[in-house]
């Protein structure tokens, strides 16, 4: 396949613009078309991809979008489907469970990823010494993140058991408490518990992102500092993290969208009890589209959900396709 | 940052000790917990206070799920196997399937390439559920509920974006002066890429297999939905069923999810610097 120079050149200039996306999509210059033709050959390789994304991405958000205008039948016969305009979202936003199911899903997302982001940082930063066993320690610490949610939330079940988890024992045994905590069934205690529970699976994720990110940090400019007479902290404060802050805003969104998302901690764990105590958006529709049937109505929480989804999608681009543009083929 | 030695006591570095101390505590118990769990008797476990060693280790946990000639061992295998083979199948396919674009999106600049580059990853930003039902339905009326295809069809379409996007950083670093001189020696593009590209883009494939393997392995949505039939189950959803039957055998889910484990954190141990460069690749560049 010919690759001209000028277009080369022309798609690097359009990639530059404030939303590549925009730039991508509009006929920016004359002779669209002929450019599409000259490259045929180069959408063979992206084809298989594209068809089967097609199949199976294109065509649910379609019909998700669809199904949140129509009431749908219990039994599942899509035929027999009733249209009912915005019904569904007026349901979805009037229903007197959004408000704390809202609540519940920005308390779980919020604490998971700043935590989360917390500890990681500080891993990253005690482990970007050498030292001996250092290798092994991250790859311990990254196990958690490697295992199953379902195992780990099976494990942290049995952890916190009413009656025979090894925390409320614990806690008894060191004097904290006089009798076991009931850790699972308490409407205070049940989100935040499943809360640790996901730091305890992610927070290495964050650990290892911003060590990569650690790397880039030049040595020569912190010895620079300290030279100045910078002390630590200053060192870390005005060097180390503005170096970390691309990373950081990528491994923030990437946590952020993981947690929104998440569904398998407290679907095995609670089930979004006790009393929707730990019920988030994601338990919800699935409760609304499995355990109800209601599919329209979850169709059109899915929706909003999306919506929301696409909005953090949007700067998860920006933050991660900064510079990517500037390398040409 | 060997400087810090001068000083007498660096606070610093103590800190941070005593911090990797507290999350190694906080990372390793729950899982030493679970191992001590399955050695013991269900009348052992549920004991309080409990015991922190077990009395009387025992590995009939263990010798109950992988002995097929009871019906617990037979299903446990059954849903390992299962496993194994929809991770299998899903990394494979996807891998081949990835190459050929993330090459394309790493070389060329097609009309167009910009807006499917970022349709592949704003996937990822789509929450599970909003692809749950459509794909239910669709599924079923292709007649895949409750077969294995439904699952690798779903984990391929689902892994492809991250695939692509990971194969893609590590095609940008292989230089396009090498495949150059190649095609100046006289090979057509494709055997510039076979023979060129392909070998020097092993680390890349490598990393993208184990992320798809381990996250089909671990992916538990999408299978419990497909799966009605109690021989076609995966194992996260297998072990699921398993607890709602016997909810007081935890034990046997102890050792049910430490062999569920193993695979994936023997293959993450093996090939840890891969997989550690897949995660952080593309998110961080200078």
Same mark, same amino acid.
């Given at each position: 396949?010919?690759?001209?120079?000028?277009?080369?050149?022309?798609?690097?200039?359009?990639?530059? $613009?404030?939303?590549?996306?925009?730039?991508?999509?509009?006929?920016?210059?004359?002779?669209?078309?002929?450019?599409?033709?000259?490259?045929?050959?180069?959408?063979?390789?992206?084809?298989?991809?594209?068809?089967?994304?097609?199949?199976?991405?294109?065509?649910?958000?379609?019909?998700?979008?669809?199904?949140?205008?129509?009431?749908?039948?219990?039994?599942?016969?899509?035929?027999?489907?009733?249209?009912?305009?915005?019904?569904? +979202?007026?349901?979805?936003?009037?229903?007197?469970?959004?408000?704390?199911?809202?609540?519940?899903?920005?308390?779980?997302?919020?604490?998971?990823?700043?935590?989360?982001?917390?500890?990681?940082?500080?891993? /990253?930063?005690?482990?970007?010494?050498?030292?001996? $066993?250092?290798?092994?320690?991250?790859?311990?610490?990254?196990?958690?993140?490697?295992?199953?949610?379902? /195992?780990?939330?099976?494990?942290?079940?049995? =952890?916190?058991?009413?009656?025979?988890?090894?925390?409320?024992?614990?806690?008894?045994?060191?004097?904290?408490?006089?009798?076991?905590?009931?850790?699972?069934?308490?409407?205070?205690?049940?989100?935040?518990?499943?809360?640790?529970?996901?730091?305890?699976?992610?927070?290495?994720?964050?650990?290892?992102?911003?060590?990569?990110?650690?790397?880039?940090?030049?040595?020569?400019? =912190?010895?620079?500092?300290?030279?100045?007479?910078?002390?630590?902290?200053?060192?870390?404060?005005?060097?180390?993290?503005?170096?970390?802050?691309?990373?950081?805003?990528?491994? =923030?969104?990437?946590?952020?969208?993981?947690?929104?998302?998440?569904?398998?901690?407290?679907?095995?764990?609670?089930? $979004? $009890?006790?009393?929707?105590?730990?019920?988030?958006?994601?338990?919800?529709?699935?409760?609304?589209?499995?355990?109800?049937?209601?599919?329209?109505?979850?169709?059109?929480?899915?929706?909003?959900?999306?919506?929301?989804?696409?909005?953090?999608?949007?700067? +998860?681009?920006?933050?991660?396709?900064?510079?990517?543009?500037?390398?040409?083929? | 940052?060997?400087? %810090?030695?001068?000083?007498?006591?660096?606070?610093?570095?103590?800190?941070?000790?005593?911090?990797?101390?507290?999350?190694?505590?906080?990372?390793?118990?729950?899982?030493?917990?679970?191992?001590?769990?399955?050695?013991?008797?269900?009348? %052992?476990?549920?004991?309080?206070?409990?015991?922190?060693?077990?009395?009387?280790?025992?590995?009939?946990?263990?010798?109950?799920?992988?002995?097929?000639?009871?019906?617990?061992?037979?299903?446990?295998?059954?849903?390992?196997?299962?496993?194994?083979?929809?991770?299998?199948?899903?990394?494979?396919?996807?891998?081949?399937? %990835?190459?050929?674009?993330?090459?394309?999106?790493?070389?060329?600049?097609?009309?167009?390439?910009?807006?499917?580059?970022?349709?592949?990853?704003?996937?990822?930003?789509?929450?599970?559920?909003?692809?749950?039902?459509?794909?239910?339905?669709?599924?079923?009326?292709?007649?895949?509920?409750?077969?294995?295809?439904?699952?690798?069809?779903?984990?391929?379409?689902?892994?492809?974006?991250?695939?692509?996007?990971?194969?893609?950083?590590?095609?940008?670093?292989?230089?396009?002066?090498?495949?150059?001189? %190649?095609?100046?020696?006289?090979?057509?593009?494709?055997?510039?890429?076979?023979?060129?590209?392909?070998?020097?883009?092993?680390?890349?494939?490598?990393?993208?297999?184990?992320?798809?393997?381990?996250?089909?392995?671990?992916?538990?949505?999408?299978?419990?939905?497909?799966?009605?039939?109690?021989?076609?189950?995966?194992?996260?959803?297998?072990?699921?069923?398993?607890?709602?039957?016997?909810?007081?055998?935890?034990?046997?889910?102890?050792?049910?999810?430490?062999?569920?484990?193993?695979?994936?954190?023997?293959?993450?141990?093996?090939?840890?610097?891969?997989?550690?460069?897949?995660?952080?690749?593309?998110?961080?560049?200078?």
């Amino acid at each position: 396949v010919h690759v001209p120079k000028k277009d080369v050149a022309v798609s690097i200039a359009t990639g530059h $613009g404030t939303s590549a996306l925009a730039a991508a999509l509009a006929p920016k210059h004359f002779g669209l078309l002929q450019r599409v033709v000259n490259h045929r050959a180069d959408y063979l390789y992206v084809l298989p991809a594209l068809v089967v994304m097609m199949i199976v991405i294109a065509f649910p958000v379609y019909y998700t979008v669809e199904l949140s205008f129509f009431k749908t039948p219990a039994n599942l016969q899509m035929k027999d489907k009733i249209f009912v305009g915005l019904d569904n +979202y007026v349901t979805v936003l009037t229903n007197e469970s959004i408000r704390a199911v809202t609540v519940n899903t920005l308390i779980w997302t919020i604490a998971s990823t700043f935590f989360a982001f917390l500890l990681g940082l500080g891993a /990253a930063l005690a482990l970007h010494r050498e030292f001996m $066993g250092r290798g092994v320690l991250r790859a311990v610490l990254l196990i958690p993140y490697v295992v199953s949610a379902v /195992a780990a939330s099976y494990v942290w079940k049995w =952890l916190y058991h009413s009656d025979f988890g090894a925390i409320g024992a614990l806690a008894v045994a060191l004097g904290l408490t006089d009798k076991p905590i009931n850790f699972l069934d308490n409407l205070h205690t049940v989100l935040p518990s499943l809360i640790v529970v996901n730091i305890w699976k992610e927070f290495s994720f964050a650990m290892i992102m911003l060590m990569a990110g650690l790397q880039t940090v030049p040595d020569q400019l =912190l010895r620079a500092a300290q030279v100045d007479g910078a002390n630590a902290w200053q060192r870390f404060w005005h060097v180390t993290f503005p170096h970390l802050k691309n990373v950081s805003m990528v491994t =923030l969104l990437l946590l952020m969208v993981a947690n929104f998302n998440s569904f398998i901690i407290p679907w095995i764990m609670t089930g $979004g $009890g006790p009393a929707g105590a730990s019920d988030i958006w994601i338990t919800q529709i699935y409760q609304l589209a499995f355990g109800r049937q209601r599919w329209g109505l979850a169709s059109a929480y899915s929706v909003v959900l999306f919506i929301v989804m696409m909005t953090l999608g949007y700067f +998860y681009v920006k933050a991660l396709t900064r510079g990517d543009e500037s390398r040409a083929g | 940052m060997s400087t %810090a030695a001068r000083k007498p006591i660096d606070w610093w570095r103590w800190s941070g000790r005593v911090f990797l101390l507290f999350l190694l505590i906080f990372t390793v118990l729950p899982m030493l917990w679970m191992v001590l769990t399955s050695l013991k008797s269900q009348f %052992a476990a549920m004991q309080y206070p409990p015991q922190w060693w077990p009395a009387e280790p025992t590995l009939e946990n263990y010798t109950k799920l992988l002995d097929p000639s009871n019906s617990v061992g037979q299903e446990f295998l059954r849903y390992f196997w299962n496993s194994l083979y929809v991770s299998v199948a899903t990394t494979v396919i996807g891998v081949v399937v %990835a190459i050929p674009a993330a090459y394309a999106f790493s070389r060329f600049r097609f009309p167009g390439r910009t807006f499917l580059f970022f349709s592949v990853l704003l996937r990822n930003m789509f929450p599970a559920v909003v692809f749950l039902m459509p794909l239910f339905l669709l599924m079923r009326w292709m007649g895949l509920v409750s077969t294995h295809y439904s699952l690798i069809l779903t984990y391929l379409t689902f892994g492809l974006p991250l695939s692509i996007w990971l194969l893609k950083g590590f095609y940008d670093n292989i230089p396009i002066q090498l495949e150059q001189a %190649a095609r100046i020696d006289g090979a057509t593009r494709f055997q510039a890429f076979v023979l060129i590209v392909l070998p020097l883009s092993t680390p890349g494939i490598i990393a993208t297999s184990i992320f798809s393997f381990i996250g089909a392995w671990n992916e538990f949505v999408y299978a419990t939905v497909f799966l009605n039939t109690k021989d076609s189950l995966t194992l996260p959803v297998g072990i699921q069923r398993y607890f709602a039957e016997f909810a007081t055998d935890w034990p046997g889910v102890m050792a049910a999810t430490f062999l569920m484990s193993v695979p994936v954190v023997v293959l993450f141990l093996v090939l840890q610097k891969y997989f550690v460069r897949a995660l952080t690749e593309g998110a961080v560049k200078s």
